[in-house]
C-alpha cells in the first residue's frame, strides 16, 4: 500500500489497512481446523471433510430452490493433502509441516512451501483452517483467516 492509500485509509473506517505478514511471521503460523468440520479417513487412506449446511432460513429457501440434497458437504482430501488435514492441529507451524512435506515426498524445500501454502489458502478461504499468530501456545488467540 502507498503512503497516501495509507493516509486515506486512516480516515476511512470500512477500508482495511492490512499489510501482510512476513515470511518468517507466515512460516512460524499454526494452522487450526474448523471445529465444525467433521473429518474421517477412508479406506484408501483420502481423508474425507463433512462440512455442514448452513441451517437458516434463506439456506433453506435456497436449496428447497435449488433442490440441493439437505445432507453435509464433503470433500476429498488425497494421501498428500490428508497428511496435511491431519496436522493441522494447532501445535504444528508451517514451516513444520513443510518440512514434513519435504521429508515425506521428496520435493525440494522451494516446491513443497509454495504447495503447501497454496493449500493453505484454498482451506482459509472455504474457512475449513484458521491460522493461528502468536505464542506457542494458546490456540484461542487471535486467529488470521
Request: aromatic residues 4%; charged residues 30%.
Given at each position: 500500500?502507498?503512503?497516501?492509500?495509507q493516509?486515506?485509509?486512516?480516515?476511512?473506517?470500512?477500508?482495511k489497512?492490512?499489510?501482510p505478514?512476513?515470511?518468517?511471521?507466515?512460516?512460524?503460523?499454526?494452522?487450526?481446523?474448523?471445529?465444525?468440520?467433521?473429518?474421517?479417513?477412508?479406506e484408501?487412506?483420502?481423508?474425507?471433510?463433512l462440512?455442514?449446511?448452513?441451517?437458516?432460513?434463506?439456506?433453506?429457501?435456497?436449496?428447497?430452490?435449488?433442490?440441493?440434497?439437505?445432507?453435509?458437504?464433503?470433500?476429498?482430501?488425497?494421501?498428500?493433502?490428508?497428511s496435511?488435514?491431519?496436522?493441522?492441529?494447532?501445535?504444528?507451524?508451517?514451516?513444520?509441516?513443510?518440512?514434513?512435506?519435504?521429508?515425506?515426498?521428496?520435493?525440494?524445500?522451494?516446491?513443497?512451501?509454495?504447495?503447501?501454502?497454496?493449500?493453505?489458502?484454498?482451506?482459509?478461504?472455504?474457512n475449513?483452517?484458521?491460522?493461528?499468530?502468536?505464542?506457542?501456545?494458546?490456540?484461542?488467540?487471535k486467529?488470521?483467516?
Amino acid at each position: 500500500m502507498s503512503r497516501l492509500s495509507q493516509k486515506i485509509a486512516s480516515y476511512i473506517p470500512f477500508v482495511k489497512n492490512q499489510q501482510p505478514p512476513a515470511r518468517k511471521d507466515a512460516l512460524s503460523s499454526r494452522p487450526v481446523r474448523n471445529t465444525l468440520v467433521k473429518w474421517e479417513k477412508t479406506e484408501e487412506n483420502e481423508v474425507r471433510l463433512l462440512i455442514p449446511m448452513r441451517k437458516d432460513r434463506m439456506a433453506q429457501f435456497v436449496s428447497k430452490l435449488m433442490k440441493i440434497p439437505d445432507s453435509d458437504k464433503q470433500i476429498i482430501l488425497d494421501e498428500i493433502g490428508g497428511s496435511i488435514w491431519e496436522m493441522c492441529d494447532g501445535k504444528m507451524d508451517l514451516n513444520t509441516i513443510i518440512n514434513s512435506v519435504v521429508r515425506g515426498h521428496k520435493l525440494t524445500r522451494r516446491e513443497a512451501e509454495i504447495s503447501v501454502t497454496a493449500f493453505f489458502r484454498m482451506l482459509a478461504q472455504r474457512n475449513l483452517i484458521a491460522l493461528a499468530v502468536g505464542g506457542s501456545e494458546g490456540v484461542g488467540r487471535k486467529a488470521k483467516r
